[in-house]
């Protein structure tokens, strides 16, 4: 069975935290991606990557930084956590440069900064 | 950016009913997914249609594509309360790694 997960299913922080979400596949997939999810907003995303140590800049990647040590984690880092950044987090993964496969998604880390 | 609407933001529908979601999108596309969430989950994944492709059956899915119109439509057939959930499309286009622009969705409730 394929399989994302991710360390958290909830996570409560402070403001001004650093705050560290990691992501782990087992499909030897090369892309990964961190959305967030927000009502009335959809999905947006942050960061991808297509390689180890690559990133690229998703939709709204203020506030937010990544990390692609190895092929299998993508780690989504909050440096400072602000409240605006209280929301569902959603890492996925895929394979190929064009990305034709289906996408597989983790359950989610609803995260609340206070 | 969002790349297109979903129509209709929330439907309710009795079993056995059949449940019709549209998408549309702006620009142009590799392919159009569509995923299913249930609520506080993860996404999962239902079918995908190419952009040569004019309609793909999964089981009691169907989903059409036209991309004259840019519009998407997936038909839940015989519905079910176990179909509860919301239902988003997302669209590939050029060489983008896979990565996926989403509508906003629209939230299924199907009553027993």
């Known amino acids: 069975d394929v399989k994302v997960t991710q360390s958290s299913r909830y996570l409560v922080k402070r403001t001004g935290e650093k705050v560290f979400l990691e992501c782990v596949q087992d499909?030897?997939?090369?892309?990964m991606f961190w959305y967030r999810q927000d009502p009335g907003l959809g999905l947006r995303l942050i960061y991808f990557?297509?390689?180890?140590?690559?990133?690229e800049k998703g939709d709204i990647p203020e506030g937010y930084s990544v990390s692609r040590e190895k092929k299998e984690r993508f780690s989504l880092i909050l440096e400072s956590a602000s409240t605006n950044q209280t929301s569902m987090y959603l890492c996925?993964?895929?394979?190929?440069?064009?990305?034709?496969?289906?996408?597989?998604f983790g359950p989610g880390t609803r995260l609340t900064v206070l | 950016s969002q790349q297109g609407e979903e129509d209709p933001q929330a439907l309710s529908i009795q079993e056995g009913e059949n449940a019709t979601m549209n998408c549309s999108y702006k620009?142009?596309?590799?392919?159009l997914q569509w995923y299913r969430q249930n609520s506080g989950r993860g996404l999962v994944h239902l079918i995908l249609i190419r952009s040569n492709e004019r309609e793909k059956h999964s089981g009691r899915l169907r989903v059409t594509l036209d991309t004259s119109k840019k519009s998407s439509s997936l038909l839940i057939t015989a519905s079910r309360a176990a179909d509860t959930a919301s239902y988003f499309c997302a669209t590939i286009g050029g060489t983008s790694y896979g990565k996926l622009t989403f509508g906003q969705g629209t939230i299924l409730t199907v009553h027993p």
């Open positions: 996925a993964s895929t394979s190929g440069v064009v990305g034709t496969d289906t996408q597989y």
């Open positions: 620009t142009s596309i590799n392919n």
């Open positions: 990557s297509y390689d180890v140590k690559m990133k």
């Open positions: 499909m030897d997939h090369e892309n």
